[in-house]
């Protein structure tokens, strides 16, 4: 597997390398000293796994307290997966990154501490899993507006785009809370 860079270089694409024939496939989905090699040292505590709908929309989350670095990949259908870097000191602050993960590319995206991560759904249905450097911590937990002019994330088209409550009332960046 390889790590390959972004425009924002610290959110990298993980490229399995896959061994498949006729009886399917065999990757690895991680392998701590590609991450180490990379410069990346943080280890994970915590594995999630979600399904949601066309035209769910995730996000965009993240904690103010107990950063946490994401590892994602999807292990059924398709989605747009978005990472915003919200570190004050960064020369990237405010902007995104934006990848398609999906059951058939087989890639993951590794999206560190502080930025805001999120994904919609682009297939009829997507699970997706994704591996924590913390844990979650709900008091900790913010929610940047998906839909903020001033990120100007090119979303794929869908049908509806839903969201929760939370998601729904979020915080834009000018009155975020964010890194230093």
């Not at 899993?129 to 979303?155: F, G, Q």
């Amino acid at each position: 597997m390889r790590l390959v860079p972004t425009r924002i270089p610290e959110v990298m694409i993980l490229e399995p390398v896959v061994h498949g024939d006729h009886r399917g496939f065999f990757l690895e989905t991680f392998r701590r000293e590609v991450f180490l090699a990379a410069g990346i040292e943080d280890e994970f505590v915590q594995d999630n796994h979600s399904k949601s709908a066309h035209g769910v929309l995730r996000g965009l989350h993240y904690q103010v307290r107990q950063p946490q670095g994401k590892l994602v990949r999807v292990v059924q259908g398709e989605v747009f997966d978005v990472a915003v870097d919200l570190r004050r000191s960064s020369p990237t602050f405010g902007q995104w990154v934006g990848e398609l993960l999906s059951a058939d590319n087989k890639r993951a995206l590794w999206v560190p501490p502080g930025f805001a991560h999120g994904f919609l759904v682009t297939s009829e249905s997507a699970e997706v899993t994704y591996k924590c450097t913390t844990y979650y911590a709900p008091e900790h937990e913010r929610s940047l507006l998906w839909n903020d002019p001033a990120l100007a994330i090119s979303w794929p088209a869908v049908r509806e785009v839903l969201l929760s409550d939370k998601d729904r009332k979020a915080a834009v960046l000018a009155t975020a809370e964010t890194f230093d």
